[in-house]
């Protein structure tokens, strides 16, 4: 008796630890007997999120978003909106609304846009000038494919067969344009660039070619505007402003200012030597856009140290003591700088020993001006150069030949222009 009493105790206790086991090791139980603990989930996670200050999770695969560029202030930049004729302002808008693939900035320029000495406005549209037109873009590869299928008589027939991809590779090549030009439009020719804005925004900071940025030191009419063109600008025309400052003497016209200016990018310019483009180019531009240049300069000249330019004067008058000369230095283009650096071995004690020795220097030195010219001729030439080759490419024979020819006798017309003035 007292065997079996034993016997069904111990088989009870087994049975109750089998129980006790399955609820242990399993997800779940149908056993009433056994509680469930409160969902109470703190502190697991607790000490998970403990461990993992050593072993962090992986962050979840969500795409980041690039921060917008805050919203510019609505007078920021309107120095660089210039006015033109409101059937000029028209046809330029009408011409870039009727391209499909998507523009993010567009201007327009020349003497098509704004008048320059030597080059009469023609009622006839044979003889009215080209209008120019650069087009910053995001994606220049997909830009040409939506631009072939829309306009395939813009481009030569050999990138018609290569393709949109060789397009957009040769435009990469220095300075990173790709021209299409003598396109019948709206009933005048035109010629358009291609670029991207990361190109373009990269050239007005650095002056790495200087070839959009030197066009852009120049009137022109933006057609559509972009926040980060627009802010990379505005540092673009300061650099050229002080640029042209530290090559001008104490005392000097405004003309003799938007002359230095003008004439930045084209030292080095393969075109100015040949008879493809008019040495009296720059006279005849601030001859007849001597308004627009002081819309774009005058402001700027006020925010900068040492610079008297009053509002109704047409003279200027600047600090040009070392120290005042060493802050315009200290902010040029990094290209430039990059440069004068290298103009500024050899010459006196290293930048590493005594830096603001260094700069008041360099600024102090008389062969300065000469020095800022010579090396912004390098840093023209190269690119522009290219740029030229790269015109046969993009246009072909015929047209280049075409294009050739009305350089020329634009070269001639001017030079005619000059000598009977």
């Known amino acids: 008796m007292l065997s079996t009493t034993r016997s069904s105790a111990s088989r009870a206790s087994a049975h109750h630890l089998q129980c006790l086991t399955r609820s242990l090791t399993t997800d779940s139980t149908t056993s009433h007997n056994v509680l469930t603990p409160p969902l109470h989930i703190s502190k697991p996670e607790t000490s998970k999120s403990r ?129 299409n030009t003598f396109v019948p439009m709206k009933g005048v020719n035109i010629k358009y660039g291609v670029t991207t804005v990361d190109t373009l925004c990269a050239d007005l900071l650095n002056w790495r070619t200087l070839y959009l940025a030197g066009r852009m030191h120049k009137p022109l009419r933006i057609i559509k505007d972009d926040a980060r063109v627009r802010l990379t600008q505005q540092v673009n025309l300061t650099s050229a402003l002080r640029t042209a400052l530290l090559m001008l003497p104490e005392s000097f016209t405004q003309r003799e200012l938007f002359s230095a200016i003008a004439g930045i990018s ?97 600024a102090g030195d008389k062969e300065l001006p000469s020095i800022l010219d010579s090396e912004i001729t390098k840093i023209v030439r190269y690119p522009a ?16 030949a075409r294009y050739s020819v009305a350089k020329v006798s634009k070269w001639w017309k001017g030079t005619s222009f000059s000598s009977s003035s």
């Open 266 to 362: 084209y030292s080095g310019d393969p075109r100015m030597v040949l008879p493809a483009e008019n040495r009296g180019k720059v006279e005849n531009m601030v001859s007849r856009q001597e308004d627009q240049f002081r819309e774009l300069y005058w402001r700027l000249a006020q925010g900068l140290p040492g610079v008297r330019w009053a509002a109704g004067s047409k003279s200027v008058e600047q600090d040009t003591s070392p120290h005042a000369r060493a802050a315009h230095l200290k902010k040029l283009p990094e290209e430039l700088l990059k440069h004068v650096h290298q103009r500024a071995e050899g010459r006196g004690p290293p930048r590493e020993a005594d830096e603001s020795a260094y700069w008041l220097r360099v």
């Open 385 to 400: 150069t290219v740029q030229s080759l790269k015109g046969i490419v993009s246009a072909g024979v015929a047209k280049s």
């Open 51 to 179: 461990q993992s200050q050593l072993y962090p999770r992986p962050r979840p695969a969500v795409p980041r978003q690039r921060q917008a560029l805050p919203t510019l202030p609505a007078t920021f930049g309107r120095n660089q909106v210039l006015p033109v004729p409101d059937s000029t302002r028209a046809l330029l808008e009408d011409i870039v609304r009727s391209f499909e693939a998507p523009i993010r900035y567009a201007f327009a320029y020349g003497s098509g846009v704004f008048e320059q000495a030597g080059y009469e406005k023609q009622k006839d549209k044979e003889d009215r000038p080209m209008l120019d037109f650069i087009f910053a873009v995001t994606h220049s590869d997909h830009w040409h494919s939506i631009n072939m299928q829309q306009h395939p008589g813009h481009y030569p027939l050999h990138a018609r067969v290569l393709g949109s991809s060789f397009v957009a590779k040769t435009q990469e090549l220095s300075p990173g344009l790709w021209f």
